[in-house]
Protein backbone atom coordinates (compact mmCIF):
# COMPACT_ATOMS: atom_id res chain seq x y z
CA UNK A 1 0.00 0.00 0.00
CA UNK A 2 1.29 3.32 -0.99
CA UNK A 3 2.20 5.54 1.88
CA UNK A 4 0.07 8.83 1.54
CA UNK A 5 1.76 12.12 1.19
CA UNK A 6 1.15 15.80 1.23
CA UNK A 7 2.98 19.03 0.40
CA UNK A 8 2.00 22.23 1.83
CA UNK A 9 3.30 25.15 -0.63
CA UNK A 10 2.32 26.28 -3.99
CA UNK A 11 5.57 27.67 -4.69
CA UNK A 12 8.61 26.44 -7.05
CA UNK A 13 10.16 23.62 -4.43
CA UNK A 14 5.98 22.73 -3.41
CA UNK A 15 5.84 21.76 -7.25
CA UNK A 16 8.93 19.91 -7.79
CA UNK A 17 8.51 18.09 -4.16
CA UNK A 18 4.81 17.14 -5.86
CA UNK A 19 5.92 16.41 -9.22
CA UNK A 20 9.18 13.94 -7.90
CA UNK A 21 6.38 12.08 -5.17
CA UNK A 22 4.39 11.45 -7.35
CA UNK A 23 6.77 9.93 -9.52
CA UNK A 24 7.95 8.15 -6.70
CA UNK A 25 4.16 6.94 -5.66
CA UNK A 26 0.88 6.25 -6.37
CA UNK A 27 -0.05 10.23 -7.89
CA UNK A 28 -3.35 9.90 -6.68
CA UNK A 29 -1.80 9.57 -2.60
CA UNK A 30 0.21 12.66 -3.29
CA UNK A 31 -1.89 16.32 -2.48
CA UNK A 32 -1.06 19.50 -1.94
CA UNK A 33 -2.87 21.65 0.71
CA UNK A 34 -2.97 25.35 0.74
CA UNK A 35 -2.29 26.27 4.51
CA UNK A 36 -4.03 29.60 4.06
CA UNK A 37 -7.26 28.17 3.23
CA UNK A 38 -7.15 24.84 5.11
CA UNK A 39 -6.68 24.53 8.76
CA UNK A 40 -3.81 22.28 9.43
CA UNK A 41 -5.21 21.00 13.08
CA UNK A 42 -8.86 19.70 11.61
CA UNK A 43 -8.62 19.47 7.93
CA UNK A 44 -9.58 16.29 6.80
CA UNK A 45 -7.80 16.15 3.77
CA UNK A 46 -5.10 14.94 6.11
CA UNK A 47 -6.62 12.29 7.40
CA UNK A 48 -4.31 9.09 7.03
CA UNK A 49 -1.40 10.66 5.32
CA UNK A 50 1.78 9.46 6.95
CA UNK A 51 4.39 12.58 6.05
CA UNK A 52 3.85 16.21 4.97
CA UNK A 53 6.30 17.89 3.61
CA UNK A 54 6.17 22.06 5.00
CA UNK A 55 7.54 23.91 1.58
CA UNK A 56 5.18 27.26 1.80
CA UNK A 57 6.54 30.50 2.64
CA UNK A 58 6.69 32.07 5.78
CA UNK A 59 7.20 30.51 8.69
CA UNK A 60 6.58 26.71 9.26
CA UNK A 61 6.36 26.18 13.16
CA UNK A 62 2.82 26.95 13.51
CA UNK A 63 1.78 24.55 10.81
CA UNK A 64 4.30 21.89 12.16
CA UNK A 65 3.05 21.73 15.57
CA UNK A 66 -0.54 21.07 14.31
CA UNK A 67 0.62 18.27 12.58
CA UNK A 68 3.24 16.78 15.04
CA UNK A 69 0.10 17.14 16.94
CA UNK A 70 -2.19 14.59 14.91
CA UNK A 71 0.67 12.20 14.66
CA UNK A 72 2.19 13.12 11.32
CA UNK A 73 5.63 13.27 10.39
CA UNK A 74 6.79 16.27 8.95
CA UNK A 75 9.57 17.47 6.84
CA UNK A 76 10.49 21.19 7.22
CA UNK A 77 12.21 23.24 4.10
CA UNK A 78 12.25 26.67 5.82
CA UNK A 79 15.10 28.49 6.21
CA UNK A 80 13.84 31.98 8.54
CA UNK A 81 16.31 31.78 11.73
CA UNK A 82 13.59 32.47 14.15
CA UNK A 83 11.73 29.90 13.06
CA UNK A 84 13.80 28.00 12.68
CA UNK A 85 14.98 28.34 15.93
CA UNK A 86 11.73 27.57 17.20
CA UNK A 87 10.83 24.32 15.37
CA UNK A 88 14.72 23.42 16.94
CA UNK A 89 12.85 23.36 20.16
CA UNK A 90 9.66 20.92 19.09
CA UNK A 91 11.83 17.61 19.68
CA UNK A 92 10.58 16.62 22.73
CA UNK A 93 6.76 17.30 21.13
CA UNK A 94 7.47 15.16 18.16
CA UNK A 95 9.08 11.91 20.06
CA UNK A 96 5.77 12.13 22.62
CA UNK A 97 3.74 11.59 19.16
CA UNK A 98 6.22 9.18 17.58
CA UNK A 99 6.93 11.34 14.70
CA UNK A 100 9.55 12.65 13.11
CA UNK A 101 10.57 16.25 12.86
CA UNK A 102 13.02 16.65 10.03
CA UNK A 103 14.21 20.54 10.10
CA UNK A 104 16.27 22.19 7.61
CA UNK A 105 15.55 19.69 4.55
CA UNK A 106 16.24 21.89 1.02
CA UNK A 107 18.89 22.90 -0.01
CA UNK A 108 19.91 24.77 2.84
CA UNK A 109 20.56 23.69 5.65
CA UNK A 110 19.81 20.19 4.58
CA UNK A 111 22.44 19.44 1.67
CA UNK A 112 25.33 21.24 3.02
CA UNK A 113 24.51 19.37 6.25
CA UNK A 114 24.26 15.93 4.78
CA UNK A 115 27.75 16.98 2.83
CA UNK A 116 29.14 18.38 5.98
CA UNK A 117 28.82 14.15 7.57
CA UNK A 118 30.02 12.91 4.56
CA UNK A 119 33.30 14.87 4.29
CA UNK A 120 33.49 14.16 8.02
CA UNK A 121 34.95 11.06 7.41
CA UNK A 122 37.88 12.01 5.99
CA UNK A 123 38.80 13.75 9.19
CA UNK A 124 40.06 12.05 12.60
CA UNK A 125 38.48 15.13 14.34
CA UNK A 126 37.11 18.55 12.99
CA UNK A 127 36.98 21.51 14.42
CA UNK A 128 35.89 24.00 11.59
CA UNK A 129 32.92 23.90 9.33
CA UNK A 130 32.30 26.94 6.51
CA UNK A 131 29.10 27.25 4.20
CA UNK A 132 28.60 28.76 1.26
CA UNK A 133 25.48 29.64 -0.99
CA UNK A 134 24.70 31.25 -4.16
CA UNK A 135 21.46 31.74 -6.11
CA UNK A 136 17.54 31.60 -5.09
CA UNK A 137 14.86 29.09 -5.83
CA UNK A 138 11.58 30.74 -6.78
CA UNK A 139 10.04 34.32 -5.66
CA UNK A 140 9.47 33.65 -2.13
CA UNK A 141 13.28 32.46 -1.57
CA UNK A 142 14.25 35.56 -3.77
CA UNK A 143 12.81 37.87 -1.06
CA UNK A 144 14.02 35.69 1.71
CA UNK A 145 17.65 36.23 0.11
CA UNK A 146 17.18 40.00 0.06
CA UNK A 147 16.24 39.92 3.72
CA UNK A 148 18.61 38.03 4.88
CA UNK A 149 21.86 40.51 3.89
CA UNK A 150 19.54 42.79 6.50
CA UNK A 151 19.38 40.90 8.94
CA UNK A 152 21.64 39.92 11.92
CA UNK A 153 24.09 37.23 10.77
CA UNK A 154 24.83 34.30 13.33
CA UNK A 155 27.87 32.17 14.15
CA UNK A 156 28.71 29.56 16.39
CA UNK A 157 32.57 30.87 17.24
CA UNK A 158 34.81 28.97 20.40
CA UNK A 159 31.81 27.24 22.17
CA UNK A 160 29.14 29.84 21.70
CA UNK A 161 27.22 31.59 19.32
CA UNK A 162 27.26 35.13 18.15
CA UNK A 163 25.79 37.99 16.39
CA UNK A 164 26.89 40.38 13.25
CA UNK A 165 25.88 42.29 11.57
CA UNK A 166 24.72 40.81 7.92
CA UNK A 167 26.52 42.04 5.01
CA UNK A 168 29.95 42.39 6.34
CA UNK A 169 32.70 39.89 6.11
CA UNK A 170 33.37 39.55 2.57
CA UNK A 171 35.23 36.45 0.97
CA UNK A 172 35.81 35.39 -2.15
CA UNK A 173 34.34 31.98 -2.42
CA UNK A 174 35.13 29.27 -5.64
CA UNK A 175 31.70 27.89 -6.60
CA UNK A 176 31.53 24.16 -8.60
CA UNK A 177 31.33 25.13 -12.42
CA UNK A 178 29.76 27.07 -14.36
CA UNK A 179 28.56 29.16 -11.09
CA UNK A 180 32.66 29.93 -10.30
CA UNK A 181 33.67 32.86 -7.87
CA UNK A 182 31.39 34.84 -6.22
CA UNK A 183 31.86 37.43 -2.84
CA UNK A 184 30.39 36.14 -0.23
CA UNK A 185 29.03 38.04 2.82
CA UNK A 186 27.33 37.21 6.41
CA UNK A 187 23.80 36.74 6.30
CA UNK A 188 20.47 35.95 8.50
CA UNK A 189 21.05 32.49 8.06
CA UNK A 190 20.34 28.95 10.23
CA UNK A 191 22.99 26.85 9.03
CA UNK A 192 24.44 27.22 11.91
CA UNK A 193 22.37 26.62 14.60
CA UNK A 194 21.11 23.28 12.71
CA UNK A 195 24.80 22.09 12.01
CA UNK A 196 25.77 23.00 15.53
CA UNK A 197 23.07 20.38 16.42
CA UNK A 198 24.38 17.82 14.25
CA UNK A 199 27.99 18.65 14.89
CA UNK A 200 28.31 19.60 18.93
CA UNK A 201 31.98 18.79 19.11
CA UNK A 202 32.92 21.50 16.10
CA UNK A 203 34.42 24.89 17.31
CA UNK A 204 33.58 27.11 14.61
CA UNK A 205 30.85 27.32 12.27
CA UNK A 206 30.00 29.68 9.82
CA UNK A 207 27.85 30.80 6.71
CA UNK A 208 27.87 33.51 3.69
CA UNK A 209 25.76 34.21 0.76
CA UNK A 210 26.31 35.18 -2.20
CA UNK A 211 25.50 39.61 -3.16
CA UNK A 212 26.66 42.00 -5.23
CA UNK A 213 27.00 45.58 -4.58
CA UNK A 214 23.35 46.50 -5.45
CA UNK A 215 22.10 43.92 -3.32
CA UNK A 216 24.43 45.08 -0.38
CA UNK A 217 23.06 48.29 -0.91
CA UNK A 218 19.46 48.19 -1.41
CA UNK A 219 18.87 45.01 1.18
CA UNK A 220 17.04 47.36 3.87
CA UNK A 221 14.87 48.45 1.07
CA UNK A 222 12.09 46.68 -0.95
CA UNK A 223 13.20 44.64 -3.82
CA UNK A 224 13.49 47.16 -6.42
CA UNK A 225 12.92 44.35 -9.23
CA UNK A 226 10.09 41.66 -8.91
CA UNK A 227 12.04 38.43 -8.47
CA UNK A 228 12.31 35.86 -11.14
CA UNK A 229 9.81 32.74 -11.55
CA UNK A 230 13.07 30.88 -10.11
CA UNK A 231 16.44 31.21 -10.21
CA UNK A 232 19.18 30.23 -12.41
CA UNK A 233 21.90 27.58 -11.26
CA UNK A 234 22.88 27.95 -8.02
CA UNK A 235 25.50 26.24 -5.80
CA UNK A 236 26.59 25.22 -2.39
CA UNK A 237 29.92 24.90 -1.04
CA UNK A 238 31.23 22.87 2.42
CA UNK A 239 34.34 23.60 3.88
CA UNK A 240 35.81 21.23 6.87
CA UNK A 241 38.97 22.07 8.76
CA UNK A 242 40.27 19.48 11.28
CA UNK A 243 43.36 16.63 11.87
CA UNK A 244 43.76 13.44 10.53
CA UNK A 245 44.67 10.67 12.24
CA UNK A 246 48.25 11.40 12.72
CA UNK A 247 47.32 15.16 13.98
CA UNK A 248 48.31 17.05 10.77
CA UNK A 249 45.73 19.66 9.61
CA UNK A 250 43.52 19.28 6.98
CA UNK A 251 41.14 20.66 4.79
CA UNK A 252 38.79 19.61 2.56
CA UNK A 253 35.77 20.97 0.69
CA UNK A 254 32.75 19.89 -1.46
CA UNK A 255 30.08 20.99 -3.52
CA UNK A 256 27.60 21.22 -6.44
CA UNK A 257 26.15 23.54 -8.72
CA UNK A 258 22.65 22.88 -9.33
CA UNK A 259 19.40 24.51 -9.64
CA UNK A 260 18.17 25.30 -6.02
CA UNK A 261 14.70 24.77 -6.39
CA UNK A 262 15.63 21.12 -7.83
CA UNK A 263 18.34 20.48 -4.79
CA UNK A 264 15.93 21.67 -2.62
CA UNK A 265 13.32 19.24 -3.92
CA UNK A 266 15.37 16.24 -3.91
CA UNK A 267 17.18 16.69 -0.34
CA UNK A 268 13.30 17.37 1.35
CA UNK A 269 11.87 14.16 -1.11
CA UNK A 270 14.79 12.07 -0.22
CA UNK A 271 13.84 12.97 3.68
CA UNK A 272 10.25 11.55 3.10
CA UNK A 273 11.96 8.37 1.76
CA UNK A 274 13.55 7.93 4.66
CA UNK A 275 10.78 9.22 7.00
CA UNK A 276 8.86 5.87 5.12
CA UNK A 277 11.32 3.50 5.58
CA UNK A 278 11.30 3.85 9.29
CA UNK A 279 15.30 4.47 9.12
CA UNK A 280 15.06 7.82 11.72
CA UNK A 281 14.15 7.58 14.93
CA UNK A 282 11.08 9.91 16.09
CA UNK A 283 11.81 13.56 17.45
CA UNK A 284 13.63 15.97 15.67
CA UNK A 285 16.26 14.93 13.10
CA UNK A 286 18.70 17.74 11.95
CA UNK A 287 21.03 17.32 8.41
CA UNK A 288 23.99 15.36 8.75
CA UNK A 289 23.51 14.55 12.45
CA UNK A 290 25.69 10.72 13.12
CA UNK A 291 22.34 8.78 13.97
CA UNK A 292 21.29 9.15 10.17
CA UNK A 293 22.05 7.04 7.14
CA UNK A 294 23.93 9.68 5.32
CA UNK A 295 24.80 7.52 2.99
CA UNK A 296 21.75 6.40 1.91
CA UNK A 297 20.04 9.84 2.03
CA UNK A 298 22.38 11.32 0.05
CA UNK A 299 22.17 7.98 -2.64
CA UNK A 300 18.15 9.30 -2.79
Not at 130 to 150: D, M, S, V, Y
Not at 241 to 261: F, H, L, P
Request: net charge neutral; aromatic share 4%; with cysteine.
Amino acid sequence: MSPRLAIVGAGVVARRVEKRLALAHDGRSVVTVDSRLVDLATSRRLDGVDVVVLAQQGPHHPAAVALLDRGIHVVSVGDQVHDVAALLEEGDRADSRDAVLVVGAGMWSGLTGLMARHLAGSFASIDEIHLALHGTAGPACARQHHRALAGTAVAFDDGAFTSMRAGTGRELVWFPEPVGAYDCYRAELPAPMVLHRAFPQVERITARMSANRRDRFTSRLPMLTPPHKEGGVGACRVELRGADASGARMTVIGGIAEMVATAAAATACAYVEATIRGSMRPGLVVPGEESVDTTSILRD
